[in-house]
């Protein structure tokens, strides 16, 4: 199975390091990462639910993508949106490095 790969590497205000890779199925565009065995009570699927989201609580305990981002959402917890950190994103074809907030680095969208 062919993967690719995005890292992400922050350089919190405190200095703390972290790293988080995303891998996912080429073909398929699954994320691979194994999820977390302690959810928290946010991640099921039943807890405000995307109103476009084609998954039924009665089949999936939990949202697939919140599961996933519950070990990077942990290293956040005391920081503001809009502390500022140092920021890499890491792919096969490039790498991109900028400061941003926190709201910046952890949303789906940069205004690059």
Not at 89 to 96: G, L, W
């Amino acid at each position: 199975m062919a993967t690719y790969t995005i890292e992400y590497r922050m350089v919190l205000p405190d200095q703390q390091k972290v790293s988080y890779s995303l891998q996912f199925d080429e073909q398929t565009v699954q994320l691979l990462n194994p999820v977390s065995p302690e959810l928290p009570e946010w991640t099921r699927l039943s807890f405000k639910q995307c109103s476009h989201c084609p998954l039924s609580a009665d089949h999936h305990l939990f949202c697939p993508l919140a599961a996933h981002l519950v070990d990077l959402i942990r290293h956040f917890d005391g920081l503001m949106s809009y502390d500022s950190l140092e920021l890499q994103v890491i792919t096969e074809q490039r790498t991109i490095s900028r400061n941003a907030t926190v709201q910046e680095a952890l949303g789906a969208y940069w205004d690059w």
